[in-house]
């Protein structure tokens, strides 16, 4: 308590001393706005009128009056504001003006950020002000400590040297947060995004629940689909919506980014704590973690892998940082325990307590050094009282649930028993051979580590060679990573998904540990990102050439050119190389955003007229995956939108009425459908192995892009 105390009172003493430079840099700040407005005016009215596209008239004014106006900021705060630090006249020019620009840029992400955050509540312009503040606080702040920093150049001591690290890394921690909030919040509302097909599923259940206005039982308009998770996410969804008064993607998606970011937040504090309070490694921590490919694409959409993951994560959290008073404690923190872990069942499953218990209960034993005398007397009274404890809160389900007979039906035995095969002979078989084999799952602490794999394997390479040298808490969190993978060996359909729990044990392990992996693995990774950053540049011009170059946003082009230098860049300069590779993963991750966008509006979105023209119809949807259908829902809100197999090619002829509408899937380049009323771009997906051969080959064109037209239902053959 007194080291934060400590700590609030250096941040308040600094802020002090800094105000008269504050107010100096806000009169330079004052003079760059003008001198913006400036530049925009005459560069629109006089030197771009040539131009006639206005979109990109406007778009190179702004750049060339951001551009001066930075320069002129630049000029005056290191002539003027920062005059007294010798930073400013040894360290190089470019250097310098490259670092300013980047803290500059830094806030101007952080405005952006805010302010879309913040106007969903109040008007645009108060958001704007309070983005404007924030960013400008935290330019200030990377300019003073990184940009224009004080550095000492004689009697460096180990406590300095230290304090120049941490100087380092309040930088990194800021512009790595910035980047992971932008790249996590970019199309967070957008249909096209990268995700599970479960995410619709979900959205159809709680709009179902919402339409029989009760919290109890659970519906579906899939019968099947009813009881199949427990409720928690589905209230989190009706919550986030006002009871669908305000139904749209961003508000069912935002609390995942909540529960991804809290879970982040762990690694950092895990990190930190584990590496001797160094601020540097819990910073790694949580990038690691936001860089996992995983974590991107489970840890934003409307699925439970957001909370499961909180929930569970924070039973191991909750004991590592408390210990060893977490672990001698006989009542409160099992019972704490036993809370967290039942918000962890209410979230996904009853199922998930196997795991936590297993986990906990190696970590006891390990401790007590496998003396199972001591493990029975002193953990296991407390272990069982944790089970209980989860068990009673999951039990709530069934006490308030009107239907608590479908629960067993649907979501014990089908959800859940129903995922063993259906004998030892085919559970051995599948264990060892196919796609849901123990080899699989082994492999998927790779498939969800991503771009990150390389680096991942050699610290399980040099933990393993140097086992002997783990602290304790670094073999706890290998325990519980081998834990939850024995547990997930058991059932039949084995998936990388279930061992998402484990990821955040695996990015505190590579933060402590990333120093001692050899540096060719991380310059593997960016090989990596650079090979995945090249061809999401080729389909961008690809797509371009067929819908034009406008239908991207004109960051698009300098984003994927700048990530491509940036992990160039990495490679050229080994001191950062291995720090670099979770910022480049995660500029990976907003490029493929900014590439999906096209997807959106307008280009993936039906035109006004077109959703006047569906008003009060129905429109048959062909889905390739349930619930598919539950898009469009978002897409011609005034429709009625009904969903039918897409290998039948056509809608059930027995419930179709001839004013009724459908959806045909088209290549790009075909012509339009006769009566058609409306179109839309779309990504295909679920290719087909004889499709990715052909556009592995060369026809990217014909298999990845399509699209969709709303016609007649009348104009759409009719099943043989």
């Known amino acids: 308590m007194n080291k934060i105390f400590q700590t609030a009172s250096s941040v308040i003493a600094w802020s002090w001393r800094q105000r008269h430079r504050f107010f100096q840099f806000g009169l ?137 690290q941490a100087r380092v890394a309040l930088p990194l921690l800021i512009s790595g947060l910035v980047l992971g909030l932008c790249t996590f919040l970019h199309g967070l509302g957008a249909v096209s995004i990268l995700r599970n097909g479960d995410e619709m599923v979900y959205i159809q259940i709680t709009r179902s629940i919402i339409a029989g206005d009760h919290w109890l039982p659970l519906q579906s308009d899939m019968v099947a689909m009813t009881n199949t998770k427990p409720p928690l996410l589905f209230w989190q969804g009706i919550i986030s919506t006002d009871w669908g008064q305000d139904w749209n993607l961003v508000a069912l998606r935002w609390p995942s980014i909540v529960w991804t970011f809290a879970t982040a937040l762990m690694c950092g504090l895990l990190g930190w704590r584990l590496t001797q309070r160094n601020v540097f490694s819990g910073i790694l921590a949580a990038m690691f973690y936001l860089a996992f490919f995983s974590t991107y694409r489970y840890g934003r959409p409307y699925l439970t892998n957001p909370p499961e993951t909180f929930w569970v994560f924070s039973c191991f959290f909750t004991m590592l940082w408390w210990k060893p008073k977490s672990f001698d404690s006989r009542f409160l923190f099992p019972t704490i325990i036993g809370v967290l872990a039942g918000m962890a069942l209410l979230t996904k499953s009853f199922a998930q307590l196997l795991p936590i218990g297993f986990g ?150 590579m933060a402590t540990r990333w120093h001692h992996v050899g540096r060719n693995a991380f310059v593997i990774s960016h090989i990596a990102i650079i090979a995945v950053l090249l061809p999401i540049g080729w389909l961008s011009f690809l797509l371009g050439r067929e819908v034009g170059f406008d239908a991207f946003s004109w960051w698009h082009w300098p984003l994927v050119a700048a990530s491509i230098a940036f992990a160039v860049i990495s490679i050229a300069r080994p001191r950062w190389t291995a720090m670099c590779a979770a910022p480049a993963s995660l500029a990976v991750f907003l490029s493929l955003s900014s590439f999906l966008s096209v997807f959106n509006a307008p280009l993936g979105t039906f035109s006004q007229q077109t959703i006047d023209a569906t008003t009060n119809r129905v429109v048959w949807i062909p889905e390739n995956f349930r619930s598919v259908a539950e898009n469009h829902r978002f897409l011609l809100p005034s429709a009625t939108v009904r969903g039918f197999p897409s290998q039948e090619k056509s809608p059930p002829q027995d419930q179709v009425q001839s004013s009724d509408l459908a959806v045909i899937i088209l290549p790009l380049s075909s012509p339009e459908p006769i009566g058609a009323i409306g179109s839309r771009i779309e990504m295909t997906s679920r290719h087909t192995a004889q499709q990715i051969w052909e556009m592995a080959t060369g026809k990217v064109q014909e298999h990845l892009f399509c699209r969709e037209w709303i016609v007649p239902v009348t104009a759409v053959p009719a099943n043989p």
Not at 68 to 92: I, Q
Not at 105 to 121: E, F, K, M, S, Y
Not at 125 to 146: E, H, K, Q, R, Y
Request: net charge positive; hydrophobic share 50%.
């Open 28 to 164: 330079v700040g004052v003079s760059g706005v003008a001198i913006n407005q400036l530049v925009i005016w005459i560069c629109q009215e006089k030197l771009y009128v040539g131009v006639e596209n206005l979109s990109l008239r406007l778009n190179l004014a702004m750049f060339t009056g951001i551009v001066l106006g930075m320069t002129n900021n630049f000029y005056w705060n290191r002539k003027w504001t920062w005059k007294d630090r010798d930073r400013t006249r040894n360290l190089p020019l470019t250097h310098q003006y490259v670092q300013y620009a980047t803290a500059n840029w830094a806030g101007i992400l952080v405005q952006v950020a805010i302010t879309n955050v913040l106007v969903r509540w109040i008007p645009y312009l108060p958001a704007n002000l309070a983005g404007i503040a924030v960013a400008c606080v935290i330019n200030f702040i990377l300019t003073d400590l990184w940009t224009f920093r004080h550095v000492r150049t004689e009697g460096i001591d180990p406590e300095a040297e230290r304090l120049e």
């Open 360 to 509: 906990l209960g190696w970590w006891h034993l390990y401790l007590h050094e496998w003396k199972w005398g001591i493990f029975l007397r002193r953990s296991l009274p407390g272990l069982l009282w944790t089970t209980i404890v989860a068990l009673g809160m999951f039990s709530l389900w069934f006490v308030f649930d009107p239907e608590p007979q479908l629960i067993w039906r649907n979501f014990v035995m089908g959800e859940n028993v129903g995922k063993m095969a259906g004998g030892v002979t085919l559970w051995f078989q599948g264990f060892f051979w196919g796609g849901n084999s123990v080899w699989t799952l082994a492999g998927s602490w790779f498939v969800n580590a991503g771009l990150l794999a390389f680096p991942l394997f050699g610290v399980c390479v040099e933990c393993w060679k140097h086992r002997s040298k783990l602290i304790t808490e670094e073999r706890l969190l290998w325990i519980w990573v081998f834990a939850i993978f024995i547990v997930f060996c058991i059932p039949a359909q084995r998936s990388g998904r279930y061992l998402l729990e484990a990821m955040p044990a695996l990015a505190i392990l």
